[in-house]
């Protein structure tokens, strides 16, 4: 059984503070990460991927992933209100025929206020 | 950019009536995938597919059936609608085993 724990907040911070989002997980399996952000009434948009140990940067993000423990975290810098949002974390593992469908966290609700 | 569009943003059906929803993708991904999005579940894996006619069962396939004729379309099909089935259905795309890209989703109220 595959399970991803998340906690669904919600988080709430201020302007400019640095967002800290985590993610753990029991299942050795998991090969590859993701983090999604979804605006309410809307898709997922994929916001950073990664496969191995160790961080990863993109602008005000950085994933980090640590397979020993288990335990990936998104961190958002300099947090505006726009950030305000549900973000999921996601694992998924590798097959024969390619990519196997994805396993979701629950989503955290992060609120940021002006 | 890649683009998944799904056939409806809304929809309401009648508790028995056999529903589709379609998906079509513009990128020529290999793999598309059928979630559900329900509060306090999160998004659970109905169906995926990683080439044309081929399909695999998901987490919960129950109640569901898809089809992939062709590579840049996937159809989710309710054979028999129940209220249960209410939910937000999002579509994804994927190359190989990359990042998967969601569709805006479909709202299905089922009454």
Same mark, same amino acid.
């Given at each position: 059984q595959k399970e991803v724990e998340q906690d669904p907040g919600p988080l709430s911070v201020p302007e400019g503070a640095i967002v800290s989002l985590n993610c753990t997980y029991s299942? !050795?399996?998991?090969?590859y990460f993701m983090w999604y952000r979804q605006y309410s009434r809307k898709g997922p948009e994929l916001l950073m991927y990664t496969y191995s140990s160790g961080n990863k940067e993109d602008g005000r993000f950085t994933a980090q992933v640590d397979k020993s423990s288990k335990y990936i975290s998104l961190f958002i810098r300099d !947090?505006?209100? !726009?950030? !305000?949002a549900t973000y999921l974390c996601a694992m998924g593992t590798y097959s024969g025929g390619g990519a196997d469908g994805l396993t979701f966290g629950k989503g955290t609700h992060l609120i940021i206020q002006p | 950019d890649v683009k998944v569009t799904q056939s409806s943003r809304y929809l309401v059906k009648r508790t028995g009536e056999k529903v589709f929803l379609e998906c079509v993708q513009d990128m020529d991904h290999e793999n598309m995938f059928w979630y559900r999005q329900d509060p306090g579940l999160g998004l659970r894996l109905i169906y995926f597919s990683y080439d044309v006619k081929m399909k695999e069962k998901g987490d919960i396939p129950e109640g569901y059936s898809v089809s992939r004729e062709k590579k840049e379309r996937f159809s989710l099909i309710l054979e028999s609608a129940s209220t249960n089935q209410t939910s937000m259905y999002l579509c994804a795309s994927s190359l190989a085993a990359n990042e998967q890209f969601f569709g805006p989703g479909t709202r299905l109220t089922v009454l």
């Open positions: 299942n !050795s399996a998991f090969q !947090s505006q209100p !726009s950030d !305000s | -």
